[in-house]
């Protein structure tokens, strides 16, 4: 997949804050991040994000992995591939 940018702290914060509103009352501001080596994951949301939600978690640099769908290598991820039960990622 092409595309990858260095991450930067304010893209980290504005994706969690974009996440944020689209989870249910009980877990906003609580949900769980992940990291392995150089990547990290915001856990999947309980409501669809909106297009243009996910359309800037990609300009800030976020995508989703899913094994069900495989991103050519000339390709980006882009909204086209959103999976509402998928988690976002981030190369740091």
Do not use: C
């Not at 150089?38 to 976020?62: C, N, Q, W």
């Not at 989703?64 to 086209?80: A, C, F, G, L, N």
Request: net charge negative; hydrophobic share 35%; proline share 2%.
């Amino acid at each position: 997949m092409k595309g990858m940018m260095n991450m930067k702290t304010d893209n980290i914060i504005e994706g969690i804050q974009i996440l944020d509103k689209y989870r249910s009352e009980k877990t906003r501001g609580g949900y769980n991040i992940g990291a392995w080596h150089d990547t990290i994951a915001l856990y999947h949301t309980t409501d669809p994000l909106s297009d243009e939600d996910v359309k800037r978690m990609a300009e800030l640099g976020f995508f989703q992995s899913r094994d069900d769908v495989e991103i050519p290598e000339d390709d980006e991820w882009s909204e086209k591939y959103y999976d509402v039960d998928a988690s976002w990622q981030a190369f740091v």
